[in-house]
Nanobody, 126 residues
């Protein structure tokens, strides 16, 4: 049974930082592409950042230069380092995973991911 468990959310002031973690179990993590998505109240879930099994990364324009996605295959964990947070970053953040045998394709669409975490709230407010 595949499980993805997010942690690290919370409340922070504008300009602050948070690091989200997503621990995976029940899946061959080295051959998995991972993504971070977010959903703000009243809005559709959107991609934030993705990382292939080979470690290549891709970011939404709104977070480029501020967020960094990374993975630690030894710990079966993907991270999202979020710096210079803005109020518009407030959302529930979800991690997602899927098999990725090529390591060279960026999976960006929600339906491309088979596994999802339960989400963690990030609130940016003064």
């Amino acid at each position: 049974q595949v499980q993805l468990v997010e942690s690290g959310g919370g409340s922070v002031q504008p300009g602050g930082s948070l690091r989200l973690s997503c621990a995976a179990s029940g899946i061959g993590f080295r051959l998995v592409a991972m993504g971070w998505y977010r959903q703000a109240p009243g809005k559709q879930r959107e991609v934030v950042a993705v990382i292939t099994s080979g470690g290549s990364t891709n970011y939404a324009d709104s977070v480029k230069g501020r967020f960094t996605i990374s993975r630690d295959n030894a710990k079966n964990t993907v991270y999202l380092q979020m710096n210079s947070l803005k109020p518009e970053d407030t959302a529930v953040y979800y991690c997602a995973g899927r098999n990725d045998y090529s390591g060279s394709y960026y999976y960006l669409k929600l339906h491309e991911y088979a596994y999802w975490g339960q989400g963690t709230q990030v609130t940016v407010s003064s």
